[in-house]
């Protein structure tokens, strides 16, 4: 069986990705689905907060390698300082050293050293983990703050989560999507079946909404929009309905804003199982997407 | 040792360069088929992802890491759910007319 894989993006950060996820899960577990919940917001992950994980499996996520000189070998012909394009090497007490944080991996210092005191070392930027939540079964990930390649580790995300969904002969893998348009999202909605873009009524989030549009249709991934918050800016919310009918992109609903998400999110509670109007209007969002996906 | 575990052994030094692991244990190899007497060797390759940047790059280490292993005389791999399966093939075919 090949699960079918449903993604949620923005574009814009802070729509209400989790929020709209976190309810998809719950609304899906009580229709008696199952499912594999990813989340691919590794740079802020947070779907953690209202799934609970247990983690059973953690395993470290190797990055990019980074420049080390060893002093004992350097003989200070100063030729991998002049050459570094990324001006990561310094000297520190007459001892060559490599920032971490500038170092790009490229290998150039390590090639050109004339008595090869320097290598590669591979860094560990986080660790990614298969856990068990009372939903069900979950793949996420942490990096490391200030770490480089989410893409990659959103690709091991999905990859996991992907690999348990057959083992297991399960259905449908929901993954809480990155906001933006760079190569976490990419990696996100990579083969995916349907991709949710979550717009509210801000200039920002139009704008954004519209990338993220952009990327799922160069990617030739099936999308939806459907509109957060709904009621801060009516005349903006049918500006987003206009765009999606004149782009012939299905519309999948809109959720009320209310202050009950706020506060259910605040006690850590979902806000489909807290709040029925949301509720409500959630349903017929999902029921949705899962037609366009089953149909398929 | 048989010709399946030297050809499995030659697979676990094919690194995805992205995920820094090997195509073994990522689980990117399946229905992998050898056959010790006439040493042909066919198995389908599925990269991590369906867009994978070096999908195809990887595709052609895996078909040149396993003609390398002595006994193999003719090997097949099969890309899936894969972008650009298609041309990863042809570059795939394009080996088998090198030596």
Redesign the interface.
């Known amino acids: 069986m090949t699960p079918k894989e449903i993604v949620i993006i923005s574009g814009k950060g802070g729509t209400g990705k989790t929020t709209i996820t976190s309810s998809f899960v719950w609304w899906l577990r009580e229709k008696g689905k199952k499912f594999v919940i990813a989340d691919a917001d590794v740079d802020a992950a947070d779907m953690h907060i209202l799934m609970k994980p247990e983690p059973i499996k953690e395993e470290e996520f ?2 990019k390698s980074v420049a080390e000189i060893d002093d004992e070998l350097c003989t200070y012909c100063d030729i991998c300082r002049q050459l570094c394009r990324f001006d990561a090497i310094y000297v520190e007490d007459g001892i060559y050293r490599v920032n971490p944080f500038r170092c790009d991996g490229c290998t150039l210092c390590e090639i050109v050293c004339p008595v090869s005191a320097i290598k590669m070392v ?1 860094q560990v930027v986080g660790s990614w983990f298969l856990s068990q939540t009372p939903y069900g079964p979950m793949v996420h990930a942490k990096l490391n703050p200030g770490a480089e390649n989410s893409g ?1 580790l959103v ?2 995300v ?2 996991q989560a992907r ?1 348990l969904a057959e083992k297991d002969a399960i259905p449908y893998i929901i993954v809480d999507g990155p906001p933006g348009i760079g190569c976490p999202v ?2 996100a909605i ?2 995916a079946n349907f991709v949710a873009v979550v717009a509210e009524g801000s200039f920002s989030a139009i704008h954004d909404m519209e990338r993220a549009v952009e990327t799922a249709r160069h ?2 991934v099936r999308h939806g929009i459907l509109v957060n918050k709904a009621g801060i800016n009516p005349e903006n919310e049918s500006k987003i309905e206009e765009y999606a009918r004149k782009m012939e992109i299905p519309f999948l609903g809109k959720v009320p804003f209310t202050r009950c998400v706020m506060d259910a999110l605040v006690e850590e509670k979902i806000a489909a199982s807290s709040c029925a109007d949301v509720r409500n209007a959630l349903e017929g969002i999902f029921e949705k997407i899962l037609e366009v996906v089953d149909g398929a | 040792m048989g010709l399946k575990s030297k050809v499995i052994e030659a697979l676990m030094k094919v690194y995805d360069p ?3 692991k090997d195509v073994i244990s ?2 990117l190899i399946r229905d992998l088929k050898v056959d010790e007497e006439t040493g042909h060797v066919s198995l389908t390759f599925r990269p ?5 940047p070096i999908g195809i790059q990887l595709a052609l280490m895996i078909k040149q890491a396993v003609k390398k292993v002595e006994g193999v005389k003719k090997v097949d791999v099969k890309v899936v ?1 894969f ?1 650009w399966a298609r041309q990863a093939e042809e570059y795939l075919k394009a080996l088998d007319q090198e030596n």
């Open positions: 190797v990055g591979p990659n690709t091991m999905k990859h690999l990419t990696s990579s083969g990617f030739g | 992205e995920l820094r990522l689980q991590t992802a369906f867009t994978c759910d972008a």
